[in-house]
Every structure is written in C-alpha cells, then in structure tokens.
C-alpha cells in the first residue's frame, strides 16, 4: 500500500511538473509575448500611404560610407525616387576620393535632393563611423535626420511616405525592422528576427534598449543639444546601438511597422556576422538599461531547456518504469511544445512577411544560447583595442 501511494505521489509530482512547466515555457517565448508589436504591424498594414501629404515632415537622410558599398548605388537611386510631397535630401558621406561617391554626385549634381560631403583624413580619437554619422548631421537643413546605412535598402519609393506618420511632432526617436537578404544562412535570418522581437517588443513598451537593424530617425536639435556621441567616442563600433539608448526617450520613442517602412541589408559574410556579435559585447558595456532584456533572453532560454530536459527524462522514466501516465504526459508535453512554437514563429514571420522556414524554428532556438556563450568566449580572448580608437 506504501509503495502503492509512493508510486501514485511519484506520477502526481511528475505530471505536474510537466504540465507547469509546459506553460511557463510558453509564455517565455518571444513569439508569445509580441501581442503589441504583431497587432500593431497588423494595424499598419491596413493602412494606405500617402504620398500626397505636404504636410508631412521635411527629411534628411545621411548615408555614411566608410569603405566601397557596391549596394550604394541602388540605394541612392531608391531614395531619389521616393514619393514623397515634402522636402527631403539624400546626404552621402564619404571620405574624400571615394570614387563611387564623386561619381553619384558629378551625376546628380543638379538634382536638389541630392548632397554629398566629404570627411576629413584624420581623426585620431574618434571613430570613423562616429565623424562620418557626425558631419552628415549637421550638414542636414532639417530637424528630423534618417540614418541609413548603405548596404541598407527601403524596398519601395513609398518608405518616406510611410515613414511620416512616426515623425510626429511628439516624437523624438523612431525605429524600424530591417530583414537580411535571403541568400543570408538562414540561421541567420531566424537570430535577426528573433532579436528584433525581443528589441522593438521593448521599444513599444517604453523601454528603448539598443538598435534592432534597419534605420534609426532622430532629431537633429537632440543630437547637436546632448553632444552626439559624447561617453562613447572611443568605441569603433555600436553607433546605432549608443544613438538609441542614449536619444531614445521612453515616452517619445515609436516603431515604424508599415511593412512600407521595412528595408533589406545586404548578407553578411562569416566574419561580419562573427564580429557584429563580438562588437556587441564591448558596446553594451556603454549602455543603459539592459538588464531586463538580459534577463528575459536568459530566462526565455533557460525555462525552454528545462522543460524539454524534464519532458524527455520522465518520458524516459515512464518506458522504464511503465509508468504510462507519466509516458503519455511527457509525450504531449513535447509535441504540444514543439507544435506551438512552431505556430508562434509562423505567425511571426508573418509579421514582417519573412520567408523563413517556420518548422525550423526548433532547432534554431536551441542553438541561440549556445552560439551567444561561443561569442563570449571569443569576445574574451580578443584583444580590447581591436574595439577602441584610443590605441595609446
């Protein structure tokens, strides 16, 4: 009778445990708790674009150009022929002697939407990047700016257009969705989705943390007023990182979800990719507020990995014990789990209408911590100066 009542408390204990765990873990899902972000990009996909409105907000859009962007040149002719009623101008930044760029300007140097300016040769504590992004806004003659970066492309003439409603007078910062080329790995483009979820999910929620890709609009009277990237001029890299977190006010910070608005970055080589990752690592050194998206990307994964541990030991222990309660909880467990995470990322690539795979998602999530633990240990043993300009 004892061993009756231990065996039944046994199977309790085990049933339970799978069934809470089954729950908990679905709501730590990025997928899940995007209700805002889907419904909102839902909302913005309903509505038509105007362009038409001479209302809308005067823009300038710099494009920093460091090295040859053979993509560049597409770019600039994508943001000429935008649709757009109001005043705008494409600025390009370049160092001096940048042959494409000498070139797109002799070929547009009569078109008023057109400008381009050159930086200086040295710039011995400053990152590159930093003067280039610098020089392109304040040679911008209005107050909102669009940084875009050259490899970075609006899929439509209609992008400003439907950019103009997030350059409302309330709003300081705006942000947006950038997806990778589709000949990028896919493993690739899952991660970007992903964290872009977890990013603009915070941004609409108040909480601006770091850049999810794509383009950042700000004001140029907040960037010239709080000296740009004053507390962060050292580092070579995380520009747009730091232009969020520091410029991105809680209350006047909004997402731009027209699927208009969406632009295209050209795939990332192995290294690009790899260094992107490491470069993160010093940058979020400089940033404020992150513990919380930290914590949710650690307990996302951590309750993901206890749940599927669990469900296939007492599955395990169920066959072995004939147990087949036990078994048959644990097998819904894993196939409920598996099923509905799957819908999750399905009805978020939808979202942002990214051909992906949604069935993958599987293996893909489970490989996401262990390439973030992977980046950090490579990020230790890199050299910190590979990251600052102050090499003395």
């Known amino acids: 009778?004892?061993?009756?009542?231990?065996?039944?408390?046994?199977?309790?204990?085990?049933?339970?445990?799978?069934i809470v765990l089954f729950f908990v873990s679905m709501f730590c899902n990025p997928f899940l708790r995007a209700r805002r972000l889907k419904?909102?990009?839902?909302?913005?996909a309903e509505k038509e674009v105007d362009t038409t409105d001479t209302a809308a907000a005067p823009v300038s859009i710099v494009i920093p150009i460091l090295e040859d962007a053979p993509e560049l040149a597409a770019t600039v002719e994508m943001m000429?022929?935008?649709?757009?009623?109001?005043?705008?101008r494409v600025i390009l930044v370049a160092d001096k002697g940048n042959a494409l760029v000498e070139r797109l300007s002799a070929e547009n140097k009569d078109n008023k939407h057109m400008y381009c300016t050159f930086v200086p040769n040295s710039s011995r504590y400053m990152s590159r990047k930093k003067l280039t992004l610098t020089l392109g806004i304040k040679a911008a003659d209005t107050?909102?700016?669009?940084?875009?970066?050259?490899?970075?492309?609006?899929?439509s003439t209609k992008w400003l257009a439907a950019l103009a409603p997030s350059l409302a007078t309330d709003n300081r910062l705006v942000v947006g969705y950038t997806a990778l080329e589709e000949d990028t790995r896919t493993s690739w483009r899952y991660q970007q989705l992903r964290s872009s979820f977890?990013?603009?999910?915070?941004?609409?929620?108040?909480?601006?943390?770091?850049h999810a890709g794509g383009f950042v609009a700000m004001r140029k009277t907040d960037f010239m007023k709080r000296d740009g990237f004053s507390g962060n001029l050292n580092l070579l890299h995380g520009e747009y990182d730091y232009l969020v977190n520091k410029f991105g006010d809680d209350m006047a910070t909004t997402v731009a979800l027209?699927?208009?608005?969406?632009?295209?970055?050209?795939?990332?080589?192995?290294?690009?990719?790899?260094?992107?990752?490491?470069?993160?690592?010093?940058?979020?050194k400089y940033l404020q507020g992150g513990w919380f998206s930290r914590f949710l990307f650690n307990?996302?994964?951590?309750?993901?990995?206890?749940?599927?541990?669990?469900?296939?030991?007492?599955?395990?222990?169920?066959?072995?014990?004939?147990?087949?309660?036990?078994?048959?909880?644990?097998?819904a467990n894993i196939l409920l789990t598996v099923l509905l995470r799957i819908l999750f990322a399905h009805k978020a690539i939808?979202?942002?209408?990214?051909?992906?795979?949604?069935?993958r998602v599987i293996g893909f999530e489970l490989m996401v911590p262990w390439r973030k633990i992977r980046s950090y240990f490579k990020y230790l043993k890199t050299d910190k100066y590979e990251f600052t300009s102050h090499k003395l």
């Open 1 to 18: 009778m004892v061993l009756t009542l231990y065996i039944d408390t046994i199977a309790i204990i085990c049933c339970m445990s799978l």
């Open 39 to 44: 419904k909102w990009a839902l909302q913005a």
């Open 80 to 88: 000429l022929q935008q649709e757009y009623a109001a005043p705008f």
């Open 143 to 155: 107050d909102w700016v669009v940084i875009l970066e050259p490899t970075c492309t609006p899929l």
């Open 198 to 210: 977890y990013i603009l999910t915070r941004t609409l929620r108040g909480k601006t943390y770091r």
């Open 258 to 284: 027209h699927p208009e608005t969406h632009t295209l970055t050209k795939a990332p080589t192995k290294k690009e990719w790899i260094n992107k990752q490491l470069y993160f690592w010093e940058t979020r």
């Open 299 to 331: 307990i996302d994964n951590i309750m993901l990995y206890l749940n599927y541990i669990v469900a296939i030991l007492c599955l395990v222990y169920g066959v072995i014990e004939e147990r087949w309660l036990i078994v048959s909880v644990a097998s």
């Open 350 to 359: 939808k979202v942002f209408n990214v051909d992906l795979p949604a069935w």
